[in-house]
């Protein structure tokens, strides 16, 4: 039989797609109910939800597409019927305010927690089972394999920063000598009791996995409430949890949407609700739980390209990594690139322009937009475009050849240049620094000079999440550090806006409701609160007598 050479590699593609799935379909982890590698339309897959440590259908389904082709894959809960919701309000009342644990009551669960981090890492490192991670996370959020695997090996090292004793060692407290002999004073960190994290679409893995794990580490109990369109990924993570001995417990997971999320934690016991996602509802959750709320919110971030240029393919590269990986679905993304006109002259748009044309739908460089459509997007670009000056550098056009449903952006990676002086006019600067959820950047060029200005543009923006400072110029770093606020800034020739690794604190600054992620300091900012208690045990002095009135 002779096959032209188009056909055999046609052929020899479906044979080792066929080979992965069926490796991966037979050594499917004991734990799983999904199995990512056939879920299709053909084969739909019904979410559950997780309440007083049993896993329960709902009552009704939402239909959710699949974001590739656009079928029907996945049936998920809607959690919307008076006893559904009454159910998890009564489950979350059993937590006293003193949680499930702290420092005087029910210890033992500290080292537990660090037991079942040692499990749950070294059932993570297993092949079969870290592939199984990575193919839920790409099914559900669309993200190059690398990204993907990314995600996952960070939550397993958090994970395993937190075996054995180190979850004991997290909420160790001080004392401080008293006024007299007998008096010692004592500070703990205190658990908040019922609490509830709500976490979004864009990282279905690490950032709920990092907010849970911490919140469940002080003695909380916790409330779960994933963005629906990835529920699917800590639906199956749990089930992992509780073979590596999660106590049934401690631990809630619901499928709903806003409105009902909002009527369980406005009637329910929530103490704290830890929040990430757009700043839209971050602000509405914080009017309607009255300011008990830590967030995680939007962020428009910057770079900054100092006047000298150094290693321009390198930060070149980290720039299109910033700015378009995850089709630019981070709350860490490159949202807008100061460059100085010695980058512009030295070529940075043009190497920008190459690195943006290697991005494709097949390997998920590029994927779909799951919270801005087409028109959406075209919209904002024409609005930016008609600033005086502005110019599409690259992209700006639809995706073509592939299936992503309307319903989902699908647009190529696209950049437009505004000179900074019109940049920062009023009329100019809201549609400018309006965050687009995609591959989306403004390159804002300026000169000596504007500095100043600059800085100024910075000083103006709402939200300071993360952004960078690429210069080798200490004089100039130490300034712009000095006269900016955001949370997670990289300073240095290898600066990013991107990267929350579980080896440093992510979070905003410059708000009393931001929270952080990752570090022992993060989980006791975020899920702990400081108590103090007194011990005054004498003895009484034996010649004391009572004093006159004060």
């Known amino acids: 039989l002779m096959l032209s050479a188009k056909t055999y590699?046609?052929?020899?593609?479906?044979?080792?797609?066929?080979?992965?799935?069926?490796?991966?379909?037979?050594?499917?982890?004991?734990?799983?109910?999904?199995?990512?590698?056939?879920?299709?339309?053909?084969?739909?897959?019904?979410?559950?939800?997780r309440v007083n440590g049993k896993w329960k259908n709902s009552v009704n389904t939402v239909d959710l597409v699949d974001p590739m082709n656009g079928e029907v894959f996945?049936?998920?809960?809607?959690?919307?019927?008076?006893?559904?919701?009454?159910?998890?309000?009564?489950?979350?009342?059993?937590?006293?305010?003193?949680?499930?644990?702290?420092p005087f009551k029910n210890v033992e669960r500290y080292t537990k927690y660090g037991d079942i981090c040692f499990k749950a890492a070294a059932l993570m490192r297993e092949p079969h089972i870290n592939d199984y991670l990575v193919q839920l996370v790409q099914r559900v959020m669309p993200k190059s394999k690398i990204q993907a695997q990314g995600e996952v090996t960070v939550t397993r090292k958090f994970i395993?920063?937190?075996?054995?004793?180190?979850?004991?060692?997290?909420?160790?407290?001080?004392?401080?000598?008293?006024?007299?002999?007998?008096?010692?004073?004592?500070?703990?960190?205190?658990?908040?009791?019922?609490?509830?994290?709500?976490?979004?679409?864009n990282f279905p893995i690490e950032i709920p996995v990092l907010q849970m794990m911490g919140a469940l580490f002080a003695g909380n109990k916790v409330l779960l409430k994933t963005d629906?369109?990835?529920?699917?990924?800590?639906?199956?993570?749990?089930?992992?949890?509780?073979?590596?001995?999660?106590?049934?417990?401690?631990?809630?997971?619901?499928?709903?949407?806003?409105?009902?999320?909002?009527?369980?934690?406005?009637?329910?016991?929530?103490?704290?609700?830890q929040f990430t996602g757009s700043s839209k509802v971050a602000e509405h959750l914080s009017e309607k739980l009255r300011g008990k709320v830590i967030l995680e919110d939007a962020g428009f971030d910057w770079k900054i390209l100092g006047p000298d240029v150094?290693?321009?393919?390198?930060?070149?590269?980290?720039?299109?990594?910033?700015?378009?990986?995850?089709?630019?679905?981070?709350?860490?993304?490159?949202?807008?690139l100061y460059a100085h006109k010695n980058w512009i002259e030295a070529g940075i748009i043009d190497k920008l322009k190459t690195l943006a044309a290697r991005r494709k739908v097949e390997d998920l460089t590029l994927g779909p937009v799951l919270t801005w459509n087409n028109e959406q997007i075209k919209s904002h670009i024409d609005k930016c475009l008609k600033i005086p000056g502005a110019k599409l550098e690259f992209g700006g056009q639809e995706l073509t050849g592939h299936s992503i449903p309307k319903i989902y952006g699908?647009?190529?990676?696209?950049?437009?240049?505004?000179p900074l002086k019109e940049l920062v006019k009023p009329k100019h600067f809201k549609v400018a620094t309006c965050e687009l959820f995609g591959p989306f950047q403004i390159i804002a060029t300026w000169e000596d000079g504007e500095l100043d200005t600059l800085l100024e543009s910075v000083e103006r923006m709402e939200h300071h999440l993360t952004a960078a400072v690429v210069s080798r110029d200490e004089v100039f770093r130490h300034k712009v550090l000095a006269h900016t606020v955001n949370g997670t800034t990289y300073s240095g020739i290898r600066a990013r806006?991107?990267?929350a690794p579980q080896n440093h604190w992510f979070g905003p600054a410059g708000d009393p409701r931001g929270g952080g992620i990752g570090t022992p300091e993060a989980i006791l900012k975020v899920w702990t609160c400081h108590r103090e208690i007194i011990n005054d045990i004498g003895p009484v002095a034996q010649d004391w007598k009572t004093p006159p009135p004060s």
């Open 497 to 499: 806006t991107t990267g």
């Open 74 to 102: 996945l049936k998920v809960p809607k959690t919307d019927t008076k006893e559904e919701i009454q159910e998890v309000i009564d489950s979350a009342k059993k937590c006293p305010k003193s949680g499930l644990h702290n």
């Open 160 to 201: 395993e920063n937190f075996c054995s004793d180190s979850v004991r060692f997290l909420v160790k407290g001080f004392s401080v000598p008293g006024d007299h002999t007998g008096q010692t004073s004592y500070a703990y960190r205190w658990p908040y009791g019922p609490v509830c994290v709500i976490t979004p679409f």
């Open 410 to 418: 699908s647009y190529q990676p696209t950049a437009i240049s505004i």
């Open 228 to 273: 629906t369109r990835v529920g699917l990924v800590m639906e199956q993570f749990i089930r992992l949890l509780e073979e590596a001995g999660l106590p049934a417990e401690d631990l809630d997971l619901i499928n709903s949407d806003g409105p009902t999320a909002e009527k369980i934690l406005v009637n329910g016991p929530f103490r704290l609700t």
């Open 9 to 49: 590699s046609k052929l020899l593609k479906r044979a080792q797609l066929f080979s992965l799935n069926e490796r991966n379909f037979g050594s499917l982890p004991k734990f799983a109910t999904c199995d990512p590698f056939t879920l299709s339309g053909k084969n739909p897959y019904t979410l559950q939800n």
């Open 310 to 336: 150094h290693d321009i393919d390198y930060v070149a590269w980290q720039s299109d990594q910033d700015a378009y990986a995850a089709s630019g679905q981070k709350c860490s993304a490159q949202s807008i």
